[in-house]
């Protein structure tokens, strides 16, 4: 028997992946930038186990059992066995590759709730596979196969995903392009608005804005090219304000592609949009003190939950300020998820 158990962060993108050129091996229509959260925050904890004495796969998310059969999944455990085939390593007996498999994935966090859930898990299974297989290299490819994002989870600090231009997917791969420590002390304050899961998922949402909105054309083509340039330059010259400008500016823009989306795909809430004021209200004041150093940014998922990126020193400022504006009601969805239970939608 081998078994591996292995733990992925959760990453928050800050110039968004929002479309697919290929929904079977997963290619995006454009780049896209995120922060990898350190492992000890949000996370996905998986262990795969393969064993001869193992009469049949079997897979747990959460606590409760799943198919495996999932094609994501399925994708990802083929691609990896090929590569295992291809290298015989360590001793690796290609007996192995016939053994069923075991798979329990469990995240601390509301899975499906526009949390980039699916990216930690994603990354984990396959970092997990990719040991107990012997697979080494680059597995930003493969976990892309499982959840897009998930190819940025794979690695630390700013990662950039390539969208790639090879209609194969090879070129399409994600890459650190700043550590961890890039701006140390940023701290990441999420908002959970409604725990429940999404109405629309990202995939359906894609599929739908690429289908029927004319501003996907445009973000596409133009604006979010000029905005990845400009993060960039953002980026490697440490301009925490013009960081945090083009951050909003591409969280507004890829849900007004989904406002475009016919039926509209409608993500954040009138909380959601509560919190982009007193985000806006918050750096006018840090402004006109000549602060621009601790502005503060918004982003938001295909969900209504916010992430606010924070510098540490106004950290604690800010977290009552949240606290003060959108007092924590139990609601019946934190309830809910607080006692570990399925959450209903309410917000
Ligand atoms: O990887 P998916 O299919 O869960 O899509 C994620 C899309 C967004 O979270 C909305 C944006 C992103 O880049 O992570």
């Given amino acids: 028997m081998k078994i591996v158990t292995c733990t992925a962060p959760v990453n928050i993108a800050v110039i968004k992946y929002w ?38 796969d079997k897979f747990w998310l959460n606590g409760k059992e799943e198919s495996l059969e999932n094609p994501r999944i399925q994708n990802c455990l083929k691609e990896i066995r090929r590569r295992a085939s291809k290298r015989k390593m360590n001793g690796f007996d290609d007996e192995m590759l016939n053994w069923h498999i075991h798979v ?9 709730a526009g949390l980039a859930s699916s990216a930690a898990g994603y990354a984990c299974l396959v970092s997990a596979l990719g040991s107990v297989y ?14 897009g994002s998930a190819c940025r989870s794979i690695y630390g600090g700013l990662v950039r995903w390539y969208k790639g231009e090879q209609t194969d997917g090879s070129d399409s791969f994600a890459k650190t392009i700043a550590p961890p420590d890039h ?46 340039n400009k993060i960039m330059q953002a980026i490697n010259e440490k301009d925490w304000s013009m960081f945090c400008d083009i951050t ?47 502005k503060i940014c918004y982003t938001f998922d295909a969900g209504p939950n916010a992430c606010l990126f924070v510098p540490g020193e106004v950290a604690e400022e800010v977290m009552n300020l949240v606290v003060t504006a959108f007092p924590p009601k139990p609601t019946q969805a934190l309830d809910e998820y607080i006692r570990g239970e399925k959450p209903s939608n309410s917000e």
Avoid at 134 to 147: A, C, K, Y
Avoid at 268 to 273: A, E, L, N
């Fill in 183 to 228: 701006w140390p002390n940023t701290r990441v304050i999420i908002c959970i608005v409604n725990a429940g899961r999404k109405k629309t998922p990202s995939t359906e949402g894609m599929r739908r804005s690429v289908a029927t909105s004319s501003l996907m054309e445009y973000r596409v083509q133009t604006s979010v090219v000029n905005r990845v």
């Fill in 248 to 294: 909003m500016a591409d969280s507004n823009e890829m849900h007004a592609v989904c406002q475009d989306t016919f039926p509209p795909c409608v993500y954040m809430t009138d909380t959601s949009q509560a919190i982009t004021s007193l985000v806006y209200q918050y750096n006018e004041i840090k402004m006109a003190n000549k602060e621009d150093h601790h």
């Fill in 104 to 112: 329990c994935s469990a995240n601390n966090f509301p899975t499906a």
């Fill in 134 to 147: 012997g697979v080494e290299g680059d597995l930003s490819v493969i976990s892309r196969q499982g959840s």
């Fill in 19 to 56: 479309g697919k050129r290929d929904e079977k091996l997963i290619l995006p229509l454009n780049d896209s930038i995120s922060f990898t959260l350190s492992q000890d925050e949000m996370c996905a904890k998986t262990t795969v186990a393969i064993s001869p004495n193992f009469s049949e």
